[in-house]
């Protein structure tokens, strides 16, 4: 079985549609989150249309921080979607009902057998780099792997008994992973943040590309992969 993994791309719906053009032969797909903008009034933001697809295509989606703020908004004020600094150019709400349906679903963590699918640690902290009570989380209940958003850099940390969780700090592998490249993940403890859909910019993303993760079950490997057009 292989599974697309991805987020933050924040109400980009363009590059959103690549990602499901270039992976059309995956077995499923995972967002760790972000995929709304918690404030999308500008006319590059599509959130509705971003909702419709991670529908279309069944995707386990969890909450990530800008979920939780734009639902924030939603529920505090009824009319937040019909206002006037909220619609789009074309005057058509920028906010359907669907879309706050979709997000008052979401939870912020998912256990998916040995995968744990979060914007956050295990710990519910956004996280750019592990800390060994986040790895001892991870285990302690029994997850493998976790894949985590928020910082818009793809990363792979590991610990194992061969390889203490602290070796990731020295490890230039571990903060810059190679495109294209099947990376074991069949023992160990491993988090995984597969990158942002969007072009990336300083300080998070060098100038990068998007990119998203191939998680194969079967051969229990990991491969990050460029979005291309992004």
């Not at 991805?6 to 549609?17: E, I, K, P, T």
């Not at 679903?105 to 699918?117: R, S, W, Y």
């Not at 294209?180 to 160990?188: I, M, T, W």
Request: overall charge neutral; aromatic content about 14%.
């Amino acid at each position: 079985m292989k599974i697309a993994v991805f987020g933050d791309m924040n109400s980009n719906h363009r590059v959103l549609g690549l990602l499901f053009e270039q992976t059309a032969g995956v077995d499923a797909y995972y967002c760790d989150g972000d995929v709304v903008h918690h404030n999308s009034s500008n006319g590059a933001r599509w959130t509705d249309e971003c909702i419709g697809l991670l529908i279309a295509h069944n995707v386990i989606s969890v909450n990530g921080n800008h979920e939780k703020s734009l639902l924030g908004r939603l529920q505090k004020d009824p009319l937040y979607m019909q206002n006037e600094g909220y619609l789009r150019k074309d005057g058509i709400p920028r906010y359907s009902e669907t879309t706050r349906e979709f997000l008052l679903g979401l939870n912020d963590q998912k256990d998916i057998g040995e995968v744990l699918l979060a914007h956050e640690s295990a710990l519910g902290r956004l996280m750019v780099f592990p800390r060994r009570d986040e790895f001892e989380e991870l285990r302690r209940r029994g997850k493998r792997m976790l894949f985590f958003g928020h910082s818009h850099r793809r990363m792979h940390f590991v610990w194992d008994e061969k390889f203490p969780w602290w070796m990731n700090y020295f490890e230039r592998e571990r903060f810059f992973p190679r495109f294209d490249v099947g990376y074991d993940v069949s023992k160990g403890l491993h988090m995984i943040n597969p990158g942002n859909l969007e072009m990336a910019r300083p300080p998070f993303g060098f100038y990068e590309c998007g990119s998203y993760v191939i998680y194969d079950d079967n051969r229990k490997t990991i491969t990050f992969k460029k979005l291309m057009g992004a």
